[in-house]
């Protein structure tokens, strides 16, 4: 089993920034994707950035620009660096990592996920 491990979340002003830290606990054989979804009040989850073992990474067309993901795969730690947020980043965010323990198959974790709320 895999346990996440969540940070960062706070209220911020607009334009302001945040840093966003999730760290993978448990036996893990080795790890995919790591990323970060989020969830506004009465919206759909989706899909913010996503950084692959490779290095490729996505992003959400609304955060290119501002947004910068980043790993540090010795430490199973993914990070999301928000700069310049806005009143539309205010949601509940939630670190998603797609990893395998011994004698498993590739799994998809959620975070318990992280407050950001942003005034003007």
């Known amino acids: 089993q895999v346990h996440l491990v969540e940070s960062g979340g706070d209220l911020v002003q607009s334009g302001g920034s945040l840093r966003l830290s999730c760290e993978a606990f448990g036996i893990i054989r080795s790890i995919d994707g790591m990323g970060w979804f989020r969830q506004a009040p009465g919206k759909q989850r989706e899909l913010v950035s996503r950084?692959?073992?490779?290095?490729?990474?996505y992003y959400a067309d609304s955060v290119k620009g501002r947004f910068t993901i980043s790993r540090v795969n010795n430490k199973n730690i993914v990070s999301l660096q928000m700069n310049n947020l806005n009143l539309e980043d205010t949601a509940v965010y939630y670190c998603?990592?797609?990893?395998?323990?011994?004698?498993?198959?590739?799994?998809?974790?959620w975070g318990q996920g992280t407050q950001v709320t942003v005034v003007s």
């Open positions: 998603n990592v797609q990893a395998q323990t011994p004698g498993d198959v590739l799994k998809t974790y």
């Open positions: 950084i692959m073992s490779d290095g490729a990474t």
